[in-house]
């Protein structure tokens, strides 16, 4: 049995650039120091082996720092790193990989073919492969014949056939016959799955790096055995994304956003105003006001301007005729019918300018 840390898509010196200047500066150092606090987990959990299934830079263009940061914390590590580079940052004579000096502890995986590394002290085989450019095809077939724990840590696009980005496919995992394959790739963890008796997962990226990568971020750990996998996923996000939807119809909007920011104080949130208003809000007014409840705050309005229902009546349109005929019942009816009636306007409204109520 050996005891894992599995994590990916770490795309260090991301530019965050939607977050202003001071704010990218300061993620992007967040970014930075996940690795150590990765590793302080690792140890502190007694992990064997931390799997790193590329796409830890964002790009070639590394800040020296970044690099050198990462290998001073893989090195405080005491078991073995296995890094598998992806295709943001693929392998070659100029890439960090290249010009970086590694720990001995870490292995870093340089050939786009599969190869295999032994470490008889945790009763395993590692096997795995790097993006040596860009872009990568579809893998040779491979059989693991370690006699240990089998492991396959790779950077690849599980399911997507024509996939420029080493398309990997559930026939191909499941005749390797490894235990578990750590992947890369996908920035979202959506479970562990099974190809055959192969076990296998993406953990997603550790930190979201913008409103397309939202919510819990962070990073698989548990136990590899022959034939068994026991991994749970550790939320360990510096900063989550959230989007929230505010309505703002009944009441005052600052008020009723606060709530919504409840707990995201150190969380980049998109507050979405919605519902129907007298009055537009004030949005920059409201950005303010709010701006302290969390780390980043961007608020947009998506509220409508409550009109007068029966604007229109009689035109000669459908509108017209349609608010026309309601006119006449709401005339006649008593108090109970007019509310029923104003709602059948309100919904008859919104079906036909095709929106939600
Ligand atoms: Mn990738």
Not at 30 to 55: F, I, K, M
Not at 84 to 91: E, L, T
């Amino acid at each position: 049995m050996v005891k894992i840390l599995h994590a990916a898509d770490f795309h260090l010196d991301s530019p965050f650039g939607a977050l202003g200047e001071e704010r990218s500066r300061q993620r992007r150092q967040e970014c930075r120091a996940l690795a150590g606090r990765l590793v302080d987990y690792a140890n502190d959990h007694g992990a064997d082996l931390l799997l790193l299934s590329g796409d830890l830079f964002d790009g070639e263009r590394v800040y020296a720092q970044t690099a050198e940061e990462l290998a001073a914390a893989l090195g405080r590590f005491h078991g073995a790193v296995i890094i598998a580079p992806g295709n943001h940052d693929p392998y070659h004579h100029r890439s960090p990989y290249a010009r970086t000096l590694w720990p001995e502890n870490v292995h870093i995986f340089d050939k786009n073919t599969i190869e295999a590394l032994e470490f008889p002290q945790y009763g395993c085989t590692v096997y795995g492969a790097a993006f040596t450019a860009a872009e990568s095809g579809a893998p040779q077939p491979f059989v693991a014949r370690g006699e240990g724990v089998n492991l396959l840590v790779l950077h690849g696009d599980v399911g997507a056939a024509d996939s420029r980005y080493r398309s990997l496919t559930p026939a191909w995992l499941a005749q390797s016959g490894v235990d578990y394959a750590a992947l890369g790739h996908v920035h979202e963890f959506r479970g562990v799955q099974y190809a055959g008796a192969t076990a296998y997962a993406y953990p997603g990226c550790p930190e979201g790096r913008g409103f397309d990568e939202l919510g819990e971020k962070g990073f698989l750990f548990g136990t590899v055995d022959r034939g068994s996998v026991e991994l749970r996923f550790v939320p360990f996000a510096r900063r989550r994304y959230a989007v929230a939807e505010v309505d703002v119809t009944d009441g005052d909007a600052a008020h009723v956003a606060l709530e919504a920011l409840r707990g995201r104080e150190e969380d980049v949130v998109r507050l979405l105003l919605t519902g129907e208003v007298e009055e537009q809000p004030d949005v920059a007014r409201l950005t303010e006001q709010l701006s302290d409840f969390c780390w980043q705050l961007e608020v947009r309005d998506r509220t409508r301007t409550r009109q007068d229902l029966w604007q229109g009546c009689g035109e000669d349109s459908l509108r017209g005729l349609f608010l026309q005929n309601l006119r006449e019942e709401y005339d006649r009816a008593d108090e109970q019918g007019r509310a029923a009636i104003e709602q059948a306007v309100r919904y008859g409204l919104a079906a036909m300018e095709n929106r939600e109520l």
